[in-house]
C-alpha cells in the first residue's frame, strides 16, 4: 500500500484505539493484497518488471527498424531535453534478455532513440541517468510487429528505414505474400505495396538523395512509371548526381527529384523520330509515328501482304521497346 493510502487510513481510523487501527491496517492490506492476487490470476491485472540498466548492457536488435547510426545529438535533442527537464527517462524501451556469451545482457527491441539519449548524457556529464527498459519474452516477427506499431506513426523514422524493414519483414515472416503481411499488419494492401515499392527503388536512386531520411514513399510512387520506360536513363543521371554532390554541389532531395524526372520529360514541341518495322526477309516495313497518346502507322499500299504480315508481327514485339 502507498503513503498516500496510509495517511488516508490514519486519518479514517485516527478515533480508534490504537491496537485497533493497526489492526484494520493490517487487514486493509491482506485485502489489497488478495485482491491483486485475484486480479493476476484472472488476467485482469499483469505485472511488469521495469529495471533501470546501463545502456552499455544493451544493443540493438539486428533487425531494429530504425538506423542507428543517423542518430544525433540534433536529431534527438528534444528527447534529451525531455529527459533532463523530466530527471528521469517516461517510457521504458522493450527489449528481450540475450544468451549468455553474446557481449550484452539484453536486445532493444523498441527504443533506439531512448537509448542513444541516455548514452549521450552518461557521456556528457550526467552519468546519474540510467536506461528503462522492460524485458518480454518475443518471437521475431512478435518483435516486428511491436517496433512496427510503435514506430509507424512517428515522424522521426524515414520512410525508407520503415520501407526497408518490410521488405526483410515479408520475405523472413510472411513467405513473400503481401496479402498475408497487410493482414498481420492490420494495413491495407495497397499501403503496403507503395513502401515495398519505396525499398526495391534502385540503390543508385537511394544513392543520389542526401540520406535516406530524405527518400520518400511519394518519392518512389512518381519515379516507378519512370523507371519502367527510363531506367537506363534515371540511372545514369542518379550516378551523375552523386558525382555532382561529392564534388561540393547541394542537390536537396526536390532536386533530385526534379532532375530524375527531367530524363524523361520531352522537350517541348521536340517530336520523336519514325520508327521502322520490318520481318527478316523483306525490304518494306510499317512506319510508327507517335500522335500525343496515339501511334500511327504508315505503310506503302503496294507492299505485299506477306510484307506487311511479317513487319506487323515485329512491331507487335517491339514497338513498346
Not at 105 to 117: L, M, P, Q
Not at 204 to 223: M, N, S
Not at 270 to 299: H, N, S, T
Amino acid at each position: 500500500m502507498s503513503k498516500r493510502h496510509d495517511a488516508v487510513f490514519d486519518d479514517v481510523l485516527s478515533g480508534l484505539p490504537t491496537g485497533k487501527k493497526a489492526e484494520d491496517r493490517a487487514s486493509a492490506r491482506f485485502l489489497k493484497r488478495s485482491n491483486t492476487m485475484a486480479e493476476q490470476a484472472s488476467g485482469e491485472r499483469q505485472e511488469k518488471v521495469l529495471r533501470l540498466v546501463d545502456p552499455a548492457d544493451c544493443q540493438m536488435w539486428d533487425r531494429h527498424n530504425r538506423a542507428y547510426e543517423l542518430l544525433t545529438p540534433e536529431n534527438c535533442a528534444d528527447l534529451i531535453d525531455g529527459i533532463k527537464s523530466q530527471g528521469q527517462q517516461e517510457f521504458p524501451a522493450i527489449v528481450r534478455r540475450l544468451p549468455a556469451g553474446q557481449g550484452a545482457t539484453y536486445e532493444v527491441i523498441c527504443g533506439a532513440r531512448r537509448h542513444f539519449a541516455i548514452s549521450w548524457l552518461r557521456a556528457n556529464n550526467y552519468p546519474q541517468f540510467k536506461y528503462l527498459i522492460e524485458e518480454r519474452e518475443l518471437t521475431d516477427e512478435e518483435a516486428f510487429r511491436l517496433a512496427d506499431i510503435e514506430n509507424r506513426d512517428r515522424e522521426d523514422i524515414s520512410d525508407f528505414e520503415r520501407a526497408r524493414d518490410y521488405a526483410q519483414a515479408i520475405a523472413l515472416y510472411y513467405g513473400g505474400t503481401q496479402k498475408v503481411m497487410a493482414e498481420r499488419l492490420e494495413v491495407s494492401a495497397g499501403w503496403l505495396s507503395r513502401y515495398l515499392d519505396l525499398a526495391r527503388l534502385p540503390r543508385e536512386v537511394v544513392g543520389a538523395f542526401p540520406t535516406i531520411r530524405d527518400l520518400k514513399e511519394l518519392h518512389a510512387r512518381q519515379l516507378k512509371p519512370i523507371l519502367k520506360t527510363h531506367r537506363a536513363e534515371v540511372l545514369e543521371e542518379a550516378v551523375r548526381i552523386s558525382a555532382d554532390r561529392v564534388a561540393g554541389a547541394s542537390i536537396d532531395a526536390a532536386a533530385v527529384l526534379k532532375r530524375l524526372k527531367a530524363v524523361a520529360a520531352e522537350p517541348k514541341g521536340a517530336k520523336k523520330p519514325a520508327r521502322i518495322f520490318c520481318g527478316d526477309r523483306y525490304d518494306q516495313g510499317v512506319k510508327m509515328k507517335r500522335a500525343g497518346r496515339k501511334v500511327v502507322l504508315e505503310f506503302d499500299a503496294n507492299m505485299s501482304d506477306l510484307a506487311l504480315q511479317a513487319a506487323l508481327a515485329h512491331f507487335i514485339k517491339h514497338w513498346r521497346e
